[in-house]
């Protein structure tokens, strides 16, 4: 019976979670304005008068490099995490960490060279 208690606060967090989303939707949906002008439609730029159009097109390249920096900056962070808690562990958990972080440098090296630009 303990272990269901000890529950509790996780069934309320993950309630609480999943009910901020659309709390937060909803109360903007009457606290925003509902007439919109000439100037609301306007896009706004850093505070001055936009210049051409504001839809350009990204080339995906840049999207492929933000979710390689992504998933080496959490790798990075697990790493971290690993090597302070897990100091006295035998040297075979480094070689399958080193192995980890082999098939994650395998992995951008082969994104990059689908692009045909390897800038490794």
């Known amino acids: 019976m303990s272990l269901v208690v000890s529950y509790i606060p996780l069934v309320v967090v993950g309630i609480m979670t ?11 949906r009457f606290i925003r304005p509902k007439r919109p002008t000439q100037w609301m439609e306007n896009t706004y730029e850093c505070g001055s008068e936009p210049i051409g159009d504001a839809h350009v097109q990204f080339k995906f390249q840049y999207y492929a490099f933000a979710i390689i920096f992504v998933v080496f900056d959490l790798i990075a962070t697990f790493l971290m995490i690993w090597a302070v808690a897990f100091s006295g562990l035998s040297t075979m958990a480094t070689v399958w960490m080193l192995l980890l ?20």
Not at 18 to 28: D, E, I, K, Q
Not at 101 to 120: C, R
């Open 18 to 28: 999943m009910g901020f989303a659309p709390l937060a939707w909803l109360t903007s």
């Open 101 to 120: 972080l082999g098939i994650m440098i395998l992995g951008v090296a082969y994104s990059l060279k689908k692009e045909e630009t390897l800038w490794i």
